[in-house]
């Protein structure tokens, strides 16, 4: 007897899921607030840049879930994806990744302009034909996975003003520079589960205290970083001082990593830090525009 196919509603779901939406919602918060900075803002470029760049990003998501198909049962966060699961068959999954990619160039083309569709499809020939396959054989894969990650609030600034400049680009340093602590907490406290797919993170191949020593230089850059909207006039000093205080004691937090013998309990205490400090510096961002 043939297996009964799965409810509509489940399929749905599945396919949702492939998008990752937590990190498709954090995407379109931060590109909606590159537009909104941006010089000359416009209603409908922001919402298509909005629109495409968070459909670039949720293609990119369920394009890495079909690359990891095979790795992800192995590790305990994951092992309930779609496909891994086995609830969706890949080449459904690979469909649907490659309609989300080619509505999300349609929308940025048509909605804003050729340079933020250029942006989102190297961000996701980036994420995942290089990022992906990377980590499986270096440490420094996270790097290169960072810079479409750091994509988002960039093209918000470029849907609006169809250019590079110092301000968009600010934006972009920002989140660059904050991903960088922020998975490195992640490797710690996942360092098992990573290591026996076969993920060469930084705490597998040099070590927790590399790892910790990593994220303290990038928090310590993140401090100059955080601030450079205010010196390029993108924001003002409300928004710089409570930028300088968010990330100081950010710091600070990554710098008491050293002392800890547990390294597992203070990265995940940094991974939720990093989760507070992000839509708290976008907030002051926010604020500052608005006053």
């Known amino acids: ?11 749905v779901r599945d396919l949702v899921e492939l998008t990752k939406p937590g ?30 760049a968070s459909l670039a990003v949720a293609s990119a998501s ?6 990891e198909r095979a790795s992800d049962p192995l590790m305990a966060r994951t092992r309930d994806r779609p496909l891994a699961a086995k609830r969706l068959a ?21 909605g804003t302009n050729l340079l933020t569709a250029g942006l989102a499809a190297l961000a996701i020939v980036l994420y995942v034909l290089v990022y992906t396959p990377l980590k499986y054989r270096t440490p420094l894969a996270l790097v290169i996975g960072a810079v479409p990650g750091a994509a988002p609030p960039l093209l ?11 301000g968009g680009l600010a934006l972009f340093a920002i989140l660059l520079f904050w991903q960088m602590p922020h998975f490195l907490a992640i490797t710690l406290f996942r360092k098992q ?18 790892a910790k020593l990593q994220a303290i230089a990038w928090a310590v850059g993140l401090v100059p970083v955080s601030i450079s909207p205010t010196y390029l006039g993108v924001a003002g000093p409300l928004y710089g001082g409570v930028a300088l205080v968010l990330s100081a004691v950010f710091l600070g937090w990554t ?31 926010a604020v500052d525009a608005a006053l």
Do not use: H
């Open 1 to 11: 007897m043939a297996a009964k196919p799965p409810p509509s509603g489940r399929v």
């Open 23 to 52: 990190v498709t919602r954090m995407c379109a918060l931060t590109t909606a607030g590159g537009a909104w900075l941006a010089p000359g803002f416009e209603w409908l470029p922001a919402l298509a840049g909005v629109l495409g």
């Open 62 to 67: 369920a394009f890495n879930m079909w690359w």
């Open 90 to 110: 890949p080449g459904a999954a690979f469909a649907f990744a490659m309609g989300l990619a080619a509505v999300s160039m349609v929308v940025l083309a048509l």
């Open 156 to 166: 918000g600034w470029t849907a609006v003003t169809g250019q590079l400049d110092p």
């Open 193 to 210: 589960d990573f290591a026996r797919v076969g993920i060469r993170c930084v705490p597998v191949v040099r070590g927790d205290r590399a």
């Open 255 to 285: 710098i008491t990593g050293l002392g800890r013998d547990r390294e597992a309990r203070w990265a995940r205490s940094l991974f939720f830090a990093s989760l507070l400090y992000l839509p708290a510096l976008i907030a002051a961002l």
